[in-house]
């Protein structure tokens, strides 16, 4: 299988600290990550696509400067949450494709933001 | 663009069968994906469909049909730990994006 661990499980910070969430692919190497953001009871939306050594591709309406990604080897991905606030609460997900196979997208176990 | 639908939510009995239906629009179509997400956690992976058909694995079931746009997922025999969320979602040609739908919530009763 494919083995994808994301860290913190869970965070709550005050408003206006910054938070990181790291994505690592344990047992493959990853060369592109993907960022998604749910709201209670909503699906997955795409934040972001993260690809090894170069700067990620942002979906609309996501705004870069608020949501530093780096994906600076090919088995970690890191987002970065700059001044949170409280609006920004949500729960984070990081998946990385693999090729082979058909489950192709491996997910991280998610990271519960709570701002205050 | 991609637009993927799916209904909100869905309730059936315990032992009976569910269709949960799953309609996309979507340029670079190079498969669909079905997952089960319960609160708070991951999806987990179901079912990866490219090829027109149906394809069966235990108790789940995934169809497609890529000319309509279409695709379901058939779960047999509902058991309660089968209440959760269930995701379509399509990635494009080269595996670089995958879009998820909104979700269908079902809800198993006794």
């Known amino acids: 299988g494919a083995v994808v661990s994301q860290h913190p499980s869970r965070v709550i910070c005050k408003s206006g600290t910054s938070v990181k969430i790291e994505c690592r692919s344990l047992?493959?190497?990853?060369?592109?990550m993907f960022w998604y953001r749910q709201f209670p009871k909503q699906s997955l939306m795409l934040m972001a696509t993260?690809?090894?050594?170069?700067?990620?591709?942002?979906e609309q309406g996501v705004e870069k400067d608020k949501f530093l990604i780096n994906h600076a080897s090919l088995t970690l991905s890191t987002l970065t949450v700059t001044s949170a606030h409280p609006e920004d609460s949500s729960f984070y997900i990081c998946?990385?494709?693999?090729?082979?196979?058909?489950?192709?997208?491996?997910f991280g176990s998610g990271t519960q933001l709570s701002v205050l | 663009g991609q637009n993927i639908d799916q209904p909100t939510e869905m309730t059936a009995t315990e032992g009976a069968i569910v269709q949960i239906n799953c309609t996309y629009q979507t340029s670079g179509f190079n498969g669909l994906f079905w997952y089960q997400q319960h609160a708070g956690e991951a999806p987990t992976f179901l079912s990866y469909?490219?090829?027109?058909g149906l394809e069966e694995k235990g108790r789940f079931s995934s169809f497609l049909s890529r000319s309509k746009g279409y695709s379901y997922l058939l779960l047999k025999e509902l058991q309660m730990k089968d209440s959760a969320s269930y995701l379509c979602a399509v990635t494009n040609s080269n595996f670089n994006k995958f879009y998820f739908g909104s979700g269908t919530k079902l809800n198993v009763k006794p």
């Open positions: 998946s990385a494709s693999k090729t082979g196979g058909k489950e192709k997208l491996f």
């Open positions: 047992d493959f190497q990853a060369t592109t």
């Open positions: 993260s690809n090894e050594g170069s700067k990620a591709t942002y």
């Open positions: 469909n490219v090829l027109d």
